[in-house]
């Protein structure tokens, strides 16, 4: 009897990999795709990596696959954007061994800083895309993915929702396949595309494509459930599930691949069905086509382009059911840095010294809510250096003279090192803060090159941030510890004054890496108090102020960093030994 297991979407695609015989599997991590990677090195037959970003991500499964062998990618909705340059030139070249981009978006913005549909990139690329809707699916069109791309000779993106990643389901697990290595032939006019090669390949991707569109129609992931004739749906992914929930007597055509679109398959459903409602989250995507071909049917005019969709969003809309989904006494939780985040100490010292800062992608970005109030730009990852350095060429030095770049270890090993390139060689004078708390923390303490260990769990020679800002020959570098607030912010002054470039490099690990402990807790001395409010002006969660106006501490979640009792001049904060 086939074992069964429950596991989160995410895990199931690894499962999947494992399965279909994958040996190379890169990443960066990006929720809501982080546990592909950690799930997939449970299995040792795989090797796994996270790449400084997911452009190398995509190149290091390009060469695998070039070498002959199944490799996948995987990545967040934002992060196709970086490795779209490969995907689009890796489409031209097709697969040797099988080849597959798992893609996350991220309906809701659940955490990321914009909704992007990947659909509209594949289309652009002549990517094939399949869309499970549940774990079982999720790991069974990952293998059925691997099959394709060796098949049709091409990339193939899996699509996946944050919904999908993070839910769980009932998976039946199979054995792994062992496919032959393909052999490694050089083929200049197939690999190497330069304009003349790439004329040509062109044409065979046009070719592809229509034969895809065509295999579509027979594909058993994309199939009619007939029921009731008068309204009929087209879903797919975990849009489907909604679907069956709440019309489980409606006829239903479900798209597994959701490009190419299977063009005769949906022209006879809609000859089957009395109302066509075209039901999918973000862009009008299969909508767009379906209007294009001249067939009635209803969508975004009845559904939002923005945010997750859902069961109840379907009982509102088309049966007039309201449903109230709000927890009637649910507090109020407003994003905050954790107790003990180093991060917080430095915003306290940009902030004291008026300093605005141009953000990037990471925990850091919460500078930009209150009290702290610093971050005043956030665009996508590395960019905190690139837009600083912007402002400067067009207003001047004396624009940026009170602003500063933050960015963190994992977003400046990611595309923040190109940046300050940037700003060494075209002559910047500004100043760079690389918040250096050891860790990928906001996607859940993965590594890096600058952290010393690999996804496998091995350990390296770690990269030395100092040494690449001074191979760049920046004068100014110096490294300082978070809660050192006095030589912080001095170094702040300094180098925000210095009409030069200048890197100042925050080290101290985040608060809740493993093995990181802070050896004291803090406790308040209410009596000693003189409510001046100086500890509560980092916004530390675990400082609380009591009725009488004096200060508390919330023993549970004080990580005994000693911020706020460096800000009491009064003794009303002691730290004491665990």
């Known amino acids: 009897m086939a074992e069964k297991e429950i596991m989160l979407g995410n895990a199931a695609i690894a499962r999947g990999a494992y399965e279909a015989g994958v040996k190379v599997s890169a990443a960066y991590p990006g929720t809501p795709s982080t546990e592909i990677s950690e799930n997939i090195i449970k299995y040792p037959e795989i090797y796994a990596e996270w790449s400084p970003n997911e452009k190398v991500a995509a190149e290091v499964a390009i060469g695998a696959s070039m070498a002959g062998v199944r490799a996948m990618c995987s990545m967040k909705h934002v992060g196709l954007n970086v490795a779209s340059d490969p995907l689009y030139t890796a489409s031209y070249i097709g697969a040797g061994g099988g080849l597959v981009f798992v893609v996350a978006d991220d309906p809701g913005l659940y955490s990321s800083q914009n909704e992007q549909d990947t659909r509209l990139i594949a289309r652009s690329a002549h990517v094939p895309v399949l869309e499970p809707s549940d774990s079982q699916e999720a790991k069974d069109f990952t293998k059925l993915a691997f099959e394709i791309s060796e098949k049709y000779d091409t990339p193939v993106i899996l699509r996946t929702t944050t919904r999908l990643a993070h839910s769980q389901g009932t998976v039946m697990l199979e054995e792994r396949e062992e496919p032959k290595d393909k052999s490694y032939e050089r083929n200049m006019a197939k690999n190497v595309m330069m304009p003349g090669p790439a004329k040509g390949r062109h044409i065979i991707v046009e070719d592809r494509e229509k034969r895809l569109a065509l295999d579509a129609c027979s594909f058993e992931i994309n199939r009619m459930e007939m029921g009731d004739p008068s309204l009929g749906f087209i879903a797919g992914g975990i849009a489907y599930e909604y679907v069956k929930e709440v019309f489980p007597e409606a006829s239903v055509l ?160 990611h595309t923040g090192i ?33 952290t010393g260990k690999t996804l496998m769990g091995q350990t390296v020679p770690a990269l030395s941030i100092y040494q690449i800002c001074k191979s760049m020959n920046i004068e100014h570098v110096y490294e300082v510890e978070a809660f050192d607030t006095v030589k912080l912010e001095q170094l702040v002054r300094e180098e925000t004054a ?81």
């Open 254 to 413: 479900k798209l597994g691949m959701c490009y190419p679109l299977p063009e005769k398959l949906i022209r006879d459903f809609a000859k089957k069905v009395e109302r066509l409602i075209i039901f999918e989250e973000l862009e009008p995507f299969v909508e767009t086509y379906v209007k294009s071909w001249g067939i009635a049917c209803e969508g975004k005019e009845l559904f939002t382009l923005q945010g997750e969709y859902s069961a109840n969003m379907l009982r509102e809309k088309l049966k007039g059911e309201k449903v109230d989904i709000k927890p009637k006494a649910a507090p109020a939780r407003p994003p905050i840095l954790c107790p003990g985040c180093p991060h917080r100490s430095t915003f306290y010292v940009l902030k004291k010294l008026g300093i605005h800062a141009a953000g990037d992608i990471g925990c850091y970005t919460l500078g930009a809510v209150a009290p702290l109030d610093v971050v005043d730009t956030t665009v996508c990852m590395g960019a905190s250096i690139s837009t600083l350095h912007g402002m400067e060429k067009a207003r001047g030095r004396d624009f940026i003279h009170n602003w500063v770049a933050v960015i963190g270890d994992s977003t400046f090993m």
């Open 418 to 450: 190109n940046s300050l390139e940037n700003m060494a060689y075209n002559q910047s004078t500004g100043t760079v803060m690389i918040l250096d708390n050891s860790t990928t923390g906001m996607t859940g303490h993965q590594d890096h090159a600058a």
């Open 498 to 578: 210095r009409e030069a470039l200048s890197v100042i490099i925050v080290c101290t690990p985040c608060a809740l890496l493993k093995g990181q402990v802070f050896p004291y807790k803090v406790r308040a001395v209410p009596e000693k108090c003189r409510k001046c409010g100086m500890c509560l002006k980092p916004g530390c969660p675990a400082v609380t102020k009591a009725e009488d106006g004096t200060v508390r501490i919330d023993d549970t979640l004080c990580n005994g960093c000693g911020l706020c009792t460096s800000l009491c001049k009064f003794g009303a904060l002691e730290k004491y030994e665990v």
